[in-house]
């Protein structure tokens, strides 16, 4: 099986990267990445340990749950989850990350890379309230690195075409899907427990 492992090799593969997108990274924030990030209520971060073993994960809510503190700062509030803290484990010891936002609608993505710290100063969570409830924790991230990216993922996957929506009814529910995974678990108990989770704790 032929590889490729090691950079000059991947290089020579694939050739130089085009000038525009070279150039086109940014150290911090500017007027049109500060935009999109307010108009995003979702991204992915992803995040690894000591040991390389990496992890990424959706954060979502409405567009400008992400706060933009400075050019160089921004603040995701955690909202109620599993209670997992994969992310904030990694950082915790690696705490290199990158973030990819997305805006529906919209094909190109804004990718930010950084460095992430938690923070549970109550006078900085306040502001991301929701109903009154501030969030328990945040993850503030040190930019380093910000840059459009081309909307050719979006584009070929055709994400935002409301006609390619999979019908819900196609897929089975994450209760069926854990009941089959985990030994014990009834399906009734488990949608109920999903059903809760939807219900009561998004905030």
Known sequence: MDVIDDRETLRA????????????EMQALDKHA??????????????CDPSGRCDASPKGDAP?????????????????????????????????????????????????????????????????????????????????EVYFHCGKALIRSDLWNPEKRVPRSSFPSLGRILSDQIAGLSVEESDRMTEEGYRDRLY
């Open 13 to 24: 593969f694939y050739g130089p990267p085009s000038e525009r997108a070279v150039k086109k």
């Open 34 to 47: 500060k935009a999109f990030i307010r108009l995003s209520p979702l991204l992915v971060i992803a995040s």
């Open 64 to 144: 400008g749950f992400v706060r933009i503190l400075d050019d160089k700062t921004l603040l995701i509030p955690d909202r109620l989850g599993n209670n997992r803290t994969d992310t904030f484990g990694n950082v915790l010891s690696s705490p290199g990350v990158g973030l990819v936002f997305f805006v529906p609608g919209i094909n190109e993505s804004l990718r930010v890379n950084g460095r992430a710290s938690i923070t549970i100063d109550k006078a900085l969570l306040e502001p991301s309230s929701f109903n009154g409830k501030a969030p328990k924790a945040g993850l503030l991230i040190a930019i380093e």
